[in-house]
């Protein structure tokens, strides 16, 4: 951060810092004005929902995966809702064509057994299916939506033609974490197997993944991209992003409980690799630290850990200019995007509280959580 850490918070806390989010949303802006895409926010990966009056005006909605987020996506955001899932349920199928703007179906067997029931409650829906270009190079299995014997998507052998002929659009989701480049290997693998149906589509859905608000990102690229395919098929392109619109908009400030010796130092944090940052576990990746190094990189050198008694719980090595204390804070930069969305009660620690540093630099707690919120997950 540039600012200084306030040090008034509840620790642990999300700090979310409105002007770097204003920044991202002005290169989403450009590439929208530019390529004439429609850009919507995946809320799987950001769902900060107080922060959406900020991004609203930028985006054209949400992509949801389900019941639960079509409804946040309607409620709190407003714009187009478009709902995929990897299968629907009866029961919720309903509720969730009621208020969605487009229906992505994974399989021809899910088209088959729900399109109809869509339409009938709500005659605008936009119904789609998402197809499996079987290409995509992602940086672990964990996170490839295109990998072997994956469920995500139709393959080319599995498209069943009347499907094709009800659907008004395409959807696939490829990339994590990629570039221009890669997306432009995608769109080759898709157009290859799929390009035949383009024409007779309104719309192609190019997922999620692109890593857009990167620095480096070849914004210009997928800018061409856009605009030559749109020219190629004339159908509207959308883009669903997550991880890019909270990309480097916040941080997560711990405080050191303890410091312990096992062989090297260790510090335990009051915050937890498992329960409040599970990708640099599930990834894995390291969270940078503000202020430190790699092991040995600085003169003191610690491990720092979480406060659950799972013996993993760890974020890794990490070194500062002079020792750490008890009390002293730790900041985990970048951790707004697929956190706050995947964080648990696990072993009854306490979520970290959720808080914005407005551009005047005041800063704001917008939830706190406590026991009820541990409690209430269990019966
Ligand atoms: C996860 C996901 C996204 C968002 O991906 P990011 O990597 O966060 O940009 C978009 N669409 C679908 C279908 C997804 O599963």
Aim: proline share 4%.
């Amino acid at each position: 951060m540039n600012n200084p850490i306030p040090l008034t918070l509840p620790s642990p806390c999300w700090l979310l810092d409105e002007q770097k989010l204003k920044n991202n949303m002005r290169i989403i802006k450009y590439i929208k004005t530019q390529s004439n895409a429609k850009v919507l926010l995946a809320l799987k990966g950001y769902a900060l929902w107080k922060s959406f009056p900020l991004i609203e005006p930028y985006l054209d909605g949400c992509c949801a995966s389900g019941i639960h987020e079509a409804i946040l996506a309607d409620e709190a955001f407003g714009k187009e809702v478009h709902t995929y899932s990897p299968a629907f349920k009866e029961e919720e199928i309903d509720k969730i064509a009621s208020i969605s703007h487009h229906l992505v179906f994974n399989s021809p067997s899910q088209f088959r057994r729900f399109a109809n029931q869509a339409k009938e409650i709500n005659p605008e829906i936009s119904l789609g299916l998402r197809i499996n270009p079987e290409y995509s190079v992602s940086p672990t299995q964990m996170y490839n939506p295109c990998g072997l014997y994956s469920r995500l998507g139709t393959t080319l052998a599995n498209l069943d033609m009347s499907v094709i002929e009800a659907c008004e659009g395409l959807h696939f989701h490829a990339l994590c974490e990629e570039s221009a480049d890669t997306l432009a290997n995608v769109l080759m693998h898709v157009e290859e197997k799929f390009g035949k149906y383009m024409a007779q589509m309104k719309w192609i859905n190019f997922g999620g993944g692109h890593h857009i608000t990167r620095k480096g990102y070849d914004i210009e690229k997928l800018i061409q991209l856009i605009i030559n395919f749109k020219a190629k098929y004339d159908v509207e392109v959308y883009l669903e992003p997550g991880e890019a619109i909270g990309w480097e908009t916040g941080v997560l400030i711990s405080t050191v409980l303890d410091i312990v010796h096992n062989g090297m130092d260790i510090a335990i944090l009051d915050t937890s690799a498992e329960a409040h940052m599970p990708d640099t576990i599930l990834m894995p990746y390291r969270a940078e630290v503000v202020g430190a190094g790699k092991a040995g990189e600085k003169s003191h050198t610690y491990r720092l850990a979480g406060n659950t008694c799972l013996a993993g719980d760890i974020m890794g090595e990490y070194s500062f200019d002079s020792p750490l204390s008890i009390g002293d804070k730790i900041v985990f930069e970048d951790q707004m995007h697929y956190t706050m969305v995947k964080s648990t009660t696990f072993n009854g620690i306490k979520l970290p509280c959720i808080a914005i540093q407005r551009a005047d630099d005041t800063l704001e707690v917008l939830r706190e959580f406590g026991y009820e919120d541990f409690r209430d997950r269990l019966s």
